[in-house]
């Protein structure tokens, strides 16, 4: 079974700063991992994603994570908040073997960016 | 990329009526899937969308509560049934195809105030 676990529900860096969220997984096969942004009032959105290529992965608005199998990690990071980095950030973790597409999210973590 | 269309987007219900939310995808789709995520909270898959057939549940869903549909490849239904206030969520439909690497694109979502 998969899982996901993102380690702090609330983030707070100031404007310029780095951005580093955290999130590890648990799957019995390799996986697939995501991130996903939700902005206040809105829906989702696909930040980048990992499919088994190279570990360290961009993503859009500067964002990029990196793939550690021995950490079971996929960190999200940016190198400087902007005040439109305000928002819910999710990890999500899909089964790329007999799983199929179904995705298992985390809790997310707030982001919060202070001027 | 695939864009996804949800109706209706916002509704507030009474207890005890059912309504169907509509999920519209511009192109066909290997997998549709809808999800819950309750105020303040995750995402949680409710089931998946299979076309021409009874859907998937996951655990702790019924088709009673949750009758779901999907008749092609780019539409699928989800009726929340005798809604109670514990049913005030966004609901998100999902798709995905084949051959993407497994990422799932979102609506922007049905949020569904019960009274």
């Known amino acids: 079974a998969q899982s996901v676990t993102q380690l702090g529900s609330h983030v707070s860096v100031s404007e310029g700063a780095l951005v580093l969220l955290r999130c590890n997984y648990s799957?019995?096969?390799?996986?697939?991992l995501f991130w996903y942004v939700q902005y206040p009032n809105q829906g989702l959105q696909l930040l980048l994603k990992?499919?088994?290529?190279?570990?360290l992965v961009k993503g859009i608005n500067g964002f990029e994570a990196e793939f550690k199998k021995s950490e079971t990690s996929f960190h999200l990071t940016k190198p400087s908040a902007h005040m439109s980095d305000a928002a819910e950030y999710f990890c999500?973790?899909?089964?790329?073997?007999?799983?199929?597409?179904?995705?298992?999210f985390g809790a997310g973590t707030r982001l919060f960016v202070k001027a | 990329s695939a864009v996804i269309s949800q109706k209706p987007s916002r509704d507030i219900c009474q207890r005890g009526t059912s309504l169907t939310i509509q999920c519209q995808v511009d192109?066909?789709?290997?997998?549709m899937f809808w999800y819950r995520q309750q105020p303040g909270q995750s995402l949680t898959l409710i089931a998946t969308?299979?076309?021409?057939?009874?859907?998937?549940?996951e655990s702790g869903f019924v088709i009673d509560k949750f009758p779901i549909s999907r008749p092609n490849l780019t539409f699928s239904t989800l009726t929340v049934s005798n809604m109670s206030p514990e049913d005030s969520s966004i609901y998100l439909c999902?798709?995905?195809?084949?051959?993407?690497?497994?990422?799932?694109?979102f609506g922007e979502g049905s949020w569904l105030t019960v009274v």
């Open positions: 999902s798709a995905a195809r084949q051959g993407s690497g497994n990422t799932i694109y």
């Open positions: 799957s019995s096969v390799p996986p697939y």
């Open positions: 990992y499919t088994s290529a190279a570990t």
């Open positions: 999500a973790v899909s089964d790329a073997g007999g799983g199929g597409f179904k995705t298992i």
């Open positions: 192109s066909q789709v290997t997998m």
């Open positions: 969308a299979n076309q021409g057939s009874e859907a998937t549940y």
